[in-house]
Nanobody, 126 residues
């Protein structure tokens, strides 16, 4: 069974910080690459950040570059997204995702991922 469960969402004031967590139940967690996507009401789901097997390779969308940090703790089977200097336009449902990988390199396209969490709501007040 493959399960991804996000937590840590909520209401935060603009300029504040927030840390999202994604607990994974995977057959071999360190064989998966992972990422975060988000979707605002009426909008397409968009890429936020991705991370490879070891956590050394990371990729960020331009919208969060310099404000977001993706990380993973393979010993805890958990992946994180730390976001600082939050803006109202960051308001969205945030999804964690995972994909088995032969290369272990970060993936940035939605269609490249097979496994998704249920999402956690992030609301940034102005």
């Amino acid at each position: 069974q493959v399960q991804l469960v996000e937590s840590g969402g909520g209401l935060v004031q603009a300029g504040g910080s927030l840390r999202l967590s994604c607990a994974a139940s995977l057959r071999t967690f360190n064989s998966y690459v992972s990422g975060w996507f988000r979707q605002a009401p009426g909008k397409e789901r968009e890429f936020v950040a991705a991370i490879g097997w070891s956590g050394r390779r990371t990729v960020y969308a331009d919208s969060v570059k310099g404000r977001g940090t993706i990380s993973r703790d393979n010993a805890k089977d958990t992946m994180y997204l730390q976001m600082n200097s939050l803006k109202p336009e960051d308001t969205a449902v945030y999804y964690c995702t995972a994909q088995p990988s032969q290369t272990g390199r970060a993936l940035v396209r939605e269609y490249e991922y097979d496994f998704w969490g249920q999402g956690t709501q992030v609301t940034v007040s102005s």
